[in-house]
């Protein structure tokens, strides 16, 4: 059986995204929570690329599919939720395993990790081959890139103060909650990529990079990106109680 070695470059990028992820869980342990968060951020992009080689190269596959989620829950369920757990101790001075956030801290990160992991399980099982308009729920790599974003803008200005450790967590725990909930987001999978909307992206992506506020756009762009969906859905439900009155 002759086997088309071009489906080993999309699982290329997948096997990249865990390897991030990973590198990132160690980072976070040794305290280099700007490179850990980094890292997250990276695997989101190798994330995004394995499926775009797949269908240029019409190579997707179940096998892709399974390894995909795995490395999914790796990079973008446990990698974030080590880097707030290792990330939320260095918040203030007085912290102790049962002091200061004691378990609250603990339950957060692990309800965070089973939060992405019931998230991708739904999507496998309620998402055909092709590629849905919205995302019930919100994304898992958008989950955990939010959450290294505000992260990284905690860095940059140290501005939340101590007590930022449970502003950090209640967050946390909002976006896990997103990622299970019946919200819908919308999906930019099914874009018509042309030469011009390419060279615009990367005009616009080089004119944030290239500014030394790329991390506040960044943190923006993701954080509007979750709250559309929380607007959104508190719009349609007030629209269905008017119509109810």
Known sequence: ??????????????????????????????????????????SMIFDGLDGRVARLTNTSSKFGVEFDSLADIVAFGVAPAMLVYYYVPTIGTNYSFAGTYGLYHILVCALFVVFGAIRLARFNITTSNIEPNTFIGLPIPSA????????????????????????????????????????????????????????????????????KFYVEVFCCLMSLYMLYGIVRWIFLIGKVILKKA
């Open 144 to 211: 955990a890139v939010i959450v290294a974003l505000w992260i990284l803008l905690d860095l940059r200005y140290n501005f939340l103060m101590p007590h930022f450790g449970y502003t950090l967590l209640l967050l946390t725990f909002l976006v896990g909650v997103l990622m299970v909930s019946n919200i819908r987001y919308p999906s930019f999978k099914k874009i018509q990529w042309n030469l011009k909307i390419f060279i615009i992206l990367l005009i616009v992506l080089a004119a944030i990079i290239g500014s």
């Open 1 to 42: 059986m002759n086997i088309n070695p071009l489906y080993v470059l999309p699982n290329l990028f997948t096997a990249g995204s865990i390897f991030f992820g990973v590198t990132s869980v160690m980072l976070s342990s040794n305290s280099l929570f700007e490179w850990a968060a980094w890292f997250i951020i990276l």
